[in-house]
């Protein structure tokens, strides 16, 4: 995930209409070959245009350069646009099915009580987001899980927390599919969850190994 410039969009591992009926192939496509990668492009322009090509993805993200704040909010909302976009579009498959029993489902069931009650935890913060943003389940190490959201493009706090789960919360993730209906979007985007990446990323925040 630590990319360096130029930063380049991510390939879909599926096809346009692989995730129906979860996600329709105009949605999608516009959502991946549209916005994600003209972010993509935009960001490369504004990492030239302030001379900022030594600095990785994670860091344009997250760091206060000496920038006027405009330009500053600017750099940092594309830099998490793309940074956010590549986890959610990595974080779904056309797999759908039930959530397998592993570290990551087991350490959720402990922290939350079951599945089920962990899904309407989603639902109910991405229904809490006033505008845009994205809902997260975060890993701290050794010290748990829990579920995390941001607005607009803004990121977590990557130097304390690995990012597990991401669901985007913009209007051009859910509109065309589910018209506004966050509780919707957010059923389909849970069907559609990646549980093997989801369980390697947090073996990684917890510096194990996946296995298999």
């Not at 001379?51 to 704040?69: E, G, V, W």
């Not at 998490?80 to 592993?102: E, T």
């Not at 829990?146 to 991401?166: D, G, M, Q, R, Y």
Request: hydrophobic share 40%.
């Amino acid at each position: 995930m630590e990319q360096q410039f130029p930063f380049q969009a991510s390939q879909l591992p599926y096809s346009h209409v692989a995730l129906m009926p979860y996600c329709d192939a105009d949605t999608l496509y516009y959502h991946h070959d549209k916005y994600y990668a003209e972010t993509v492009y935009e960001l490369n322009r504004l990492a030239v245009q302030h001379r900022l090509t030594d600095q990785s993805l994670s860091q344009l993200a997250t760091m206060d350069y000496n920038l006027p704040a405009a330009q500053l909010n600017r750099l940092r909302s594309a830099a998490g646009s793309v940074f956010n976009h590549q986890l959610y579009f990595d974080g779904i498959g056309c797999k759908a099915g039930p959530p397998p029993f592993n570290r990551l489902t087991e350490a959720i069931t402990a922290a939350y009580g079951s599945m089920a009650r962990f899904q309407q935890l989603l639902t109910e913060a991405a229904e809490s987001i006033i505008g845009s943003g994205w809902v997260w389940l975060v890993a701290e190490g050794n010290k748990g899980i829990h579920i995390a959201t941001t607005a607009n493009n803004e990121v977590v706090p990557l130097a304390s927390v690995t990012p597990v789960l991401i669901a985007d919360l913009w209007e051009h993730a859910y509109l065309s599919m589910d018209h506004f209906n966050k509780s919707t979007y957010m059923e389909d985007w849970f069907s559609l969850i990646n549980w093997g990446r989801a369980e390697e990323r947090y073996l990684s925040a917890l510096g194990t190994a996946a296995v298999g």
